[in-house]
């Protein structure tokens, strides 16, 4: 029964993100999907058919990916409705779903064995190469700058600073990738965050170096 719902649920999830163009792909579910379920094996811990379908739907009610929250809430709420599984196991879904987002540094909830889990894996595939490659995606994507050395790093913003104020590519190094090193939940996802945080910092060097002009 759970292999059938699986496999419902990754058709469910590529005719929706499928052609998404800001980094939220299939390509990047089935990562997140691959990262989440080989930290539990490692970490011997979570329910792993929980852990899955939260890392196949996570970016499903996305706001960002829908004409509005509520827009994506209900799209969840609506597919969920269609699995055979227990209202318990929805819910946990649904929990882990809403509890692992980022919000600007500011979602400070307590996260299920499971969630700590999903958030891992998500967040592994905001740093690093890919992270980068998925950065400038997404700004290029919302009509951001590459960089602009006139606009300012954000220390601290609201949620709907986060996702609507005026920023750059580069700048988003600064407000949300290069802080992520430090809250990962797992020992399996802090040494793999390790060589992409440093792959982060290393780009960036270089990138000013050209952004200058210097040969």
Known sequence: MNKKIIHNTQYFVRNELGDDSTGHDWHHIERVRKYALYIAKKEERGDFFIIEMAALLHDIPDEKLNPSKGA??????????TLEIHEEAKSKIKDIIYSISFKGGLNNKV?????EI????????AIGALGIARAFAYGGKKGQAIYDPVIEVRDEMT???YRNGNSSSINHFYEKLLRLKDKFNTVTAKEIAEERHKF????????YKEWNGQA
């Open 159 to 161: 949620e709907d600073e």
């Open 72 to 81: 994506g809430e209900e799209k969840l709420s609506d597919f969920l409705a």
């Open 111 to 115: 996260l299920s064995r499971e969630a």
């Open 200 to 207: 982060m910092e290393q780009y960036l060097q270089q990138f």
């Open 118 to 125: 999903v958030q891992d894996a998500d967040r592994l595939d």
